[in-house]
Each structure stands twice: as C-alpha cells, then as structure tokens.
C-alpha cells in the first residue's frame, strides 16, 4: 500500500518562511509527477506547484518568486519551500503523485493526509 506523508507545516508570522516535505513509502515501480495543492476554508483545492521526475517545475502564478518545489527522487520525497508567506497562503497543503505500483497497468493518483499551513501576526 502506497503512503504520502507530509510534515512541516505550522504557524509563522507573515514574511517567515516554511518547508515543507511529502515521502511516497510502500512499493511501487516508479512515481512521475509530484506536486502539492492547497485548500483554504471555503475555496476549492488549487494547484500550488509541481515538478516532473525529470526535475521541470510549474507554479501558480501567485505563488511564482515565493516557492520553490524540489524532489529527491532516492527518497522519493517532494519539497516545497515556502518564504515571503502571506496571511492569504493560509490553508491545508497537500501533497500529490502519480506513482505506478508494480504489477500496474499505468499512474495512480495518490493524496497525502494535509498539513495546516497558518499565517498570522
């Protein structure tokens, strides 16, 4: 069975920093795109970033200066470094993968639990 695990969020001050880290444990054969999303109370889930096995990233404009999104794929473990944090970055983070289990015909989409994100004075 297949398991994200994110870890790193909390509460920081605006203009502070976070890092957050997502590890894939369990079997599988080979994870391709990485990424994480966000929820605030009351918005819909919205892309925050996301990189390819091959290191390509792609970010939401709004967060584009801000964060970064790194991946070390021996560990298989996704990061998302998060400075100049605004009250508005406040939500639930989520880490996201499509990972090939072996014996798979093709890439699943896999969901970690959440990390609560605050930004607040």
């Known amino acids: 069975q297949v398991q994200l695990v994110e870890s790193g969020g909390g509460l920081v001050q605006p203009g502070g920093s976070l890092r957050l880290s997502c590890a894939a444990s369990?079997?599988?054969?080979?994870?391709?795109?990485m990424g994480w999303y966000r929820q605030a109370p009351g918005k819909q889930r919205e892309l925050v970033a996301a990189?390819?096995?091959?290191?390509?990233?792609n970010y939401a404009d709004s967060d584009k200066g801000r964060f970064a999104i790194s991946r070390d794929n021996a560990k298989s473990t996704v990061y998302l470094q998060m400075n100049s944090l605004k009250p508005d970055d406040t939500a639930v983070y989520y880490c996201?993968?499509?990972?090939?289990?072996?014996?798979?015909?093709?890439?699943?989409?896999?969901w970690g639990q959440g990390t609560q994100v605050t930004v607040s004075s």
């Open positions: 996201n993968a499509q990972i090939w289990l072996f014996g798979g015909t093709g890439y699943s989409t896999y």
């Open positions: 369990g079997k599988f054969l080979s994870i391709n795109t």
């Open positions: 990189i390819t096995s091959s290191g390509t990233t």
